[in-house]
């Protein structure tokens, strides 16, 4: 029988702490009743992608609805993985979305009484955890090479039986003290591994909160719960770290709940309390009838890189998400229409526990809702800002004369029904670069259903009544009477009433106009347009058109 007490300081000789040492450093929190305290765990790879966001959103809200604290966690233990400045992404692409963390790293670096909070710099506490498992014979060091393991492996499979390192396969479970020494004092290398008391014929039940009840066969393997640089693995890192951190809620990705029996073995083994946990789905992606994980290789949008790219609005994103989290969110919406979106009560009983489809349109049609109840102002900076940062030569434009694009930017804005054009920053200058001459691409050809002469007529008639005093109406009146002259209907009723007796119809002849002024047949309405780009251009734009047509074949 080994003495586990000798072991265990055989083991870990500079391990002078003791469990009870950490658990009086870092008391339950002293927050009022139901506060959350949720977190984040990334590790540092320089790769954020979507479905961090979203369940970040999920942690975020929980705490910060019930008065907790989020905080941000570094899971460094891979080194390979390891990128430069990634915690600074982290941090700058949270905060991005509104979602700041209060513990943790931070802006403000590392902040809070429950830290350090890089797991590079909690040996210690892993150490001890793991020395005290080893001295109530839960753990042991287990000295197998990759080849021994294979061997292992090997042999399970001509027996039929199930691979890993449990029961009478795990050969270094029951190595005397003496053994063990042997291979100390010989420089073996070796990991901790748990000592299970598992046994999956019986099973476990545990609770998520999105997916309910749950049951799993009881975990017979023993895990390994620190690598051979005494670093552990996520499993061990996991417990060790939620307990002293005092989470209430783990938010994480589903992928963690085929080694949940593993995380409710470690709980119940160190005798602490088990936190509640959220196992949130994998975002999907329709593709023909079927729909697939979305993925890293295939999937740009994968990425929360490709929004920053493509100018998204955080805001929106966020709004867009939040309609995947929570199927009452839209219908909230629409009946708060100007509200925060944090004055919405998100709830983990209405999230959906099937996958999460990623629709791409329905993200674009937020944003454009989003961007449109934004005033010209907003839009203004944030496009400067973007800009700046991912097209330089459109921002010299666009910021050349603030007053003039913000006259832009206030088409159709601020009203009841303000239009929906935008849908990201960079759209800006398809929408709106005509008004810039540097970015004015004049067209090149005209409705094939008008005659060039008629063309021809409208365009140098226009000219000489181009007033760019006029108000709406008159701009209009003159456009009917314009048309009437030409043998087009004034009113549209009477063109519907008798197409035949007309060459087509005031229509036809703002159509004409708005090309000649915008080089498109789309675009913000046509008098705002001339009255923003003022006598000279709108003028000089059409005497062009007017060239383009008599040369063309139109
Ligand atoms: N580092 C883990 C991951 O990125 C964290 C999982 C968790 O939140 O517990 O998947």
């Known amino acids: 029988m080994t003495d586990n007490k000798y072991l265990a300081d055989l083991l870990f000789p500079d391990i002078d702490k003791t469990v009870d040492y950490f658990e009086e450093k870092y008391p339950p929190r002293n927050l009022a009743e139901g506060a959350k305290v949720t977190r984040i765990a990334p590790s540092p790879t320089g790769f ?3 479905g961090n966001l979203f369940g970040a959103l999920v942690d975020e809200r929980l705490a910060h609805q019930s008065g907790g604290i989020f905080y941000l966690r570094i899971e460094d233990t891979d080194q390979k993985r390891k990128v430069d400045g990634a915690v600074e992404l982290i941090i700058d692409t949270f905060k991005r979305y509104g979602l700041s963390f209060d513990e943790g790293y931070t802006e403000d670096g590392g902040v809070g009484d429950y830290g350090p909070y890089r797991q590079r710099e909690r040996a210690e506490i892993y150490q001890t955890v793991a020395k005290h498992l080893v001295e109530k014979g839960l753990a042991y060091p287990c000295f197998c090479t990759e080849e021994d393991l294979d061997k292992i492996r090997k042999s399970q499979l001509e027996a039929g039986e199930n691979p890993g390192y449990y029961g009478k396969w795990a050969r270094h479970r029951d190595c005397d003290v003496e053994e ?5 004092s010989a420089g073996k290398p070796f990991v901790l591994r748990l000592r299970s008391f598992g046994d999956i014929s019986k099973t476990v039940k545990a609770r998520d909160m999105i997916k309910g009840e749950l049951e799993f066969p009881e975990n017979n393997m023993d895990i390994i719960l620190l690598k051979s640089d005494g670093i552990p693995t996520y499993h061990f890192a996991h417990v060790v770290d939620d307990h002293f951190m005092r989470t209430t809620h783990v938010v994480r990705g589903e992928e963690w709940l085929s080694t949940f029996p593993w995380h409710l073995q470690l709980f119940e083994y160190l005798g602490w309390k088990l936190p509640k946990f959220i196992h949130t789905a994998h975002m999907l992606k329709q593709e023909g009838t079927g729909k697939r994980k979305l993925s890293k290789r295939k999937d740009p949008e994968f990425g929360i890189e490709y929004y920053n790219k493509n100018g998204f609005e955080p ?34 009983n209405k999230m959906s526990s099937s996958g999460a489809l990623f629709d791409m349109d329905k993200l674009i049609d937020v944003s454009k809702n989003v961007i449109s109840k934004m005033d010209a102002e907003t839009v203004y900076e944030k496009v400067s800002e973007w800009t700046k940062q991912y097209d330089p030569e459109f921002y010299l434009y666009f910021t050349a004369n603030p007053d003039y694009t913000k006259e832009i930017l206030s088409i159709g804005r601020g009203g009841k029904k303000p239009r929906k054009d935008i849908a990201v920053w960079s759209g800006v200058k398809e929408y709106m670069g005509f008004f810039f001459d540097k970015y004015f691409v004049p067209a090149e050809s005209f409705p094939e259903n008008l005659a ?47 197409p035949d007796a007309y060459k087509g119809s005031v229509a036809d002849i703002a159509m004409i106009l708005r090309i000649a002024v915008t080089g498109k047949t789309m675009s913000p309405d046509t008098y705002s347009v001339m009255r923003i780009l003022g006598a000279e251009k709108v003028v000089s734009r059409i005497l062009a058109a007017l060239d383009i047509v008599r040369k063309g074949e139109n």
């Open 48 to 50: 954020i992608h979507i």
């Open 180 to 184: 063990i020494e042997r291979n100390l």
């Open 315 to 348: 805001e929106a994103v966020k709004e867009y998400l939040m309609t995947v989290l929570n199927s009452n969110f839209e219908e909230w919406r629409l009946q708060n229409k100007d509200k925060d979106i944090d004055e919405f009560k998100f709830t983990v």
């Open 452 to 498: 060039k002469e008629d063309i021809v007529a409208v365009l140098s008639k226009y000219v000489s009544i181009f007033d760019p005093v006029d108000d709406q109406n008159t701009w209009f009146d003159k456009i009917k009477v314009l048309a009437g002259d030409l043998g087009f209907a004034s009113e549209m009723k009477d063109y519907k009433q008798n």
